[in-house]
């Protein structure tokens, strides 16, 4: 079964204390891999795309990395307004389409 | 440009009615999702559409729950006999989802669903 496990379920910062936010999956035939970002009340919000292992995609404070087992998300010098919760998930093929299989989250509070 | 829609915001209803969920997805953008998200459950796929076809429908909880969309475009949740467990914030994204490759979804706001 496909399963996407997130590591912490919560983490707290010092603004300026990078830290790197995990999410770790069993996937038959991995074909992506999505972050986002979710703000309280509000819809995710798309940060990063990762198709193949090796690869690294940069935003801002924020870099995402993937391997064959797990991606991680590096947030560096974090400010206040990243705090938010960061739910990474992948693509699971169907009829043409792709359903997500999400992990739990990482909530992340920045704190000054 | 405009993104993905949803109405109405919040929704409280009482256990037992019916209630109507309506997404409006990114224009061209030809594939459609239905998600829901609840505390301790995480977000969980419902129900997918391609076009006017709903090829996966194998999240739908019970068969109170329904989907239809229109004119590749608007698409209405719909459900029946509401219970208490239905109480859930439900999202609807979109994709251009052209071929093979997975496309990334973008997310309307959400309908926050209260069932009392």
């Known amino acids: 079964e496909d399963q996407v496990t997130q590591s912490p379920e919560a983490l707290r910062l010092q603004e300026g204390e990078s830290s790197s936010l995990n999410c770790s999956y069993t996937v038959s035939g991995l074909r992506g891999l999505f972050w986002y970002r979710q703000d309280p009340g509000k819809g995710p919000e798309f940060l990063f795309t990762?198709?193949?292992a090796g690869e690294e995609k940069e935003k801002e404070r924020l870099k995402a990395t993937l391997t064959k087992k797990e991606s991680f998300l590096h947030i560096t010098a974090p400010k206040p307004e990243d705090s938010a919760t960061y739910l990474c998930?992948?693509?699971?093929?169907?009829?043409?389409?792709?359903?997500?299989?999400f992990g739990t989250g990482t909530q992340l509070k920045v704190e000054l | 440009g405009a993104g993905v829609s949803q109405s109405p915001s919040n929704k409280v209803t009482e256990k037992g009615k019916d209630v109507e969920l309506r997404c409006d997805p990114i224009s061209g953008h030809t594939a459609l999702y239905w998600y829901r998200q609840s505390l301790g459950q995480g977000l969980e796929f419902l129900i997918y559409f391609q076009g006017n076809s709903a090829p996966d429908k194998s999240g739908l909880p019970s068969d109170r729950f329904s989907a239809e969309r229109t004119g590749g475009s608007v698409s209405t949740l719909t459900i029946q006999r509401t219970q208490q467990e239905d109480s859930a914030v439900y999202l609807c994204?979109?994709?251009?989802?052209?071929?093979?490759?997975?496309?990334?979804?973008?997310f309307g706001p959400g309908t926050r669903l209260t069932v009392t």
């Open positions: 990762l198709y193949s």
């Open positions: 994204a979109s994709s251009p989802d052209l071929g093979a490759s997975p496309y990334e979804q973008y």
């Open positions: 998930a992948v693509p699971i093929l169907t009829g043409g389409g792709n359903k997500l299989t």
